[in-house]
């Protein structure tokens, strides 16, 4: 069974070609993260950037171990709340750990922990790391599909989809600040494989192209899309070993 949790799922394109080619690793997010000593504007940064990206598996996870909505968005609130102070990272620094499997296993420690929870819930209260308007308005799409998961399951996924809608985020950054946004759009719809793809010989017409230019362009955007991918998981591992793991694991999960 396959939840459609939204329409970034180009399994094809995912796993076209495990070795891509190096990625820049250097100022990845959390790499940046963990290496830091000390207080640094830099790590802290990155960690709230990756919070702010990374809040919906979590919240989530929280909704399926039973919390109510308002309840579920204190606790992911209050739970990076916690995590931006930064009073747990020595362990996993020294084991270089994957930002995936740190997120599930603090929140599964803090949910247990009833002290923390009760100081979550109130360091949730009023905090505005996260977009309510964007829980509130998803969590109406995803009842149904989640109650077949486990919350687990849900973080996995949701996981993954985050990092593909990053991924297409970014692409289509780079096409508006070309003024290419219309091709953009027609790129994805080939990429996705959505039912109402256009042709190669509609897009050059629609383009004035030849076919063979739509060709090779698709073949661009086939290859910038993969090279996004691997950057973007390179921001959530601490070792650039781990990227390829990552890259399988995500695969599995969507296709699971």
Partial sequence: MVPAE???????????????????????????????????????????????????????????????????????????????????????????????SYLLTSVKHFLADESRHAMAVKRGKGQRLIPLDDIRERECVDIERSDRLTADQIYERRWAFTVLEQVMARMRGEYRSAGNVRFFDQMKKMLMDEPDRPSQAQIASEFDMTENAVKQAFYRFRQRYQA????????????????????????????A
């Fill in 6 to 100: 939204n329409e970034v799922t180009p399994l094809t394109v995912i796993g076209g070609n495990a070795h891509h080619g190096p990625v820049a690793f250097t100022t990845t997010h959390w790499s940046v993260v963990l290496e830091a000593q000390g207080e640094s504007p830099a790590a802290q940064e990155a960690l709230e950037k990756l919070c702010r990206t990374y809040w919906r598996p979590i919240y989530g996870f929280v909704r399926r171990q039973g919390a109510e909505a308002e309840d579920a968005e204190d606790l992911t609130q209050g739970f990076f709340a916690l995590l931006l102070e930064r009073k747990d990272l020595n362990t996993v620094r020294k084991q270089k750990g994957r930002l995936r």
């Fill in 228 to 255: 996004l991918l691997r950057e973007e998981i390179s921001h959530t591992v601490a070792m650039p070993g781990d990227i390829e793991d990552e890259l399988r694991h995500l695969i599995a999960v969507v296709r």
